[in-house]
């Protein structure tokens, strides 16, 4: 039996705007879907930052269904790191048992680590421009923002090894 997997990874800039999102196999075609499991989780993340004194790893943000749970981690900067893990994995039926008891949220720390570590990496590039993702002052919400999804191919490659490579309770990435 198949292993919890991750199925997206999304980077979300301070302003509550997409930088980055990748899907893993076999959500691949499911971009509708995890945009918006994204941008649930956002409301999450405002009330945990109103509700407590912060940490990094906020764990699990919520269970989306009996398959899926979102998890988030938030950077410094105030950028957003969000794991959408399918519990049951790629190649599994129904679990004997809940599956969302089984995962710790400490088994994403490496992962989440790993993308901050890209992230910061990505910051460190003199060819990178952070300003190009950040939307204007005055952008409505549904409008086309004028911010631009981060392209960096090593960035991009770091984030798919990361999900890739992912296994829960896993060694440092």
């Excluded at 979102?70 to 105030?78: E, P, R, V």
């Excluded at 957003?80 to 129904?94: E, H, T």
């Amino acid at each position: 039996m198949a292993g919890p997997r991750i199925a997206c990874i999304g980077v979300i800039g301070k302003a509550d705007n997409p930088l980055h999102i990748s899907l893993f196999p076999p959500y691949t075609d499911a971009t509708i879907e995890f945009s918006f499991l994204l941008n649930s989780c956002l409301d999450i993340f405002e009330i945990r930052c109103k509700q407590t004194s912060i940490d990094q790893d906020l764990g699990l943000l919520h269970a989306v269904d009996e398959r899926l749970a979102a998890y988030g981690w938030l950077t410094t900067t105030g950028v957003k790191l969000l794991i959408i893990v399918d519990l049951f994995g790629q190649d599994a039926g129904v679990p004997a048992g809940p599956a969302v008891s089984g995962l710790r949220d400490s088994d994403l720390k490496p992962a989440f680590r790993a993308l901050q570590s890209a992230y910061i990496q990505l910051l460190q590039n003199p060819f990178y421009l952070p300003d190009d993702h950040t939307p204007l002052p005055g952008t409505t919400i549904g409008l086309p923002s004028t911010s631009q999804p981060i392209s960096n191919p090593g960035f991009i490659a770091d984030v798919q090894r990361i999900g890739n490579q992912w296994a829960p309770g896993g060694a440092a990435m």
